[in-house]
């Protein structure tokens, strides 16, 4: 079975990077790649980008110039970067796991932009 559990600051000021990590368990080995999703009251889903196994990044191009993904392959975990942040980027933020035709999600973890 496979297990997504999202980590990080949970408080951020504006202008810093947040970083939030994703750790897989019960994954493959190959053929799969992570994806980060966000949820925020005014745009709903959105899609922040995704990593697959062979490193390939792709990023929402609203997003592209602040985000990237990050692989830690032996701790099989996966980390998001995303710089210069706003209020704006507030959001609930969920790594996704797809692998074998199969979606999996994390619970979700809140990043919260603020003085």
């Known amino acids: 079975q496979v297990r997504l559990q999202e980590s990080g600051p949970g408080l951020v000021k504006p202008a810093q990077t947040v970083s939030l990590t994703c750790a897989v368990s019960?994954?493959?080995?190959?053929?799969?790649?992570w994806s980060w999703i966000r949820q925020s009251p005014g745009k709903g889903l959105e899609w922040v980008g995704d990593?697959?196994?062979?490193?390939?990044?792709s990023f929402n191009p609203s997003l592209k110039s602040r985000a990237s993904i990050s692989r830690d392959t032996f701790k099989n975990e996966y980390t998001l970067h995303l710089s210069s942040v706003t209020p704006e980027d507030t959001a609930l933020y969920y790594c996704?796991?797809?692998?074998?035709?199969?979606?999996?999600w994390g619970k979700g973890t809140l990043v919260t932009v603020s003085l």
């Open positions: 990593i697959n196994y062979g490193g390939s990044t």
């Open positions: 019960g994954g493959p080995a190959h053929s799969y790649w």
């Open positions: 996704l796991f797809t692998a074998g035709g199969m979606d999996y």
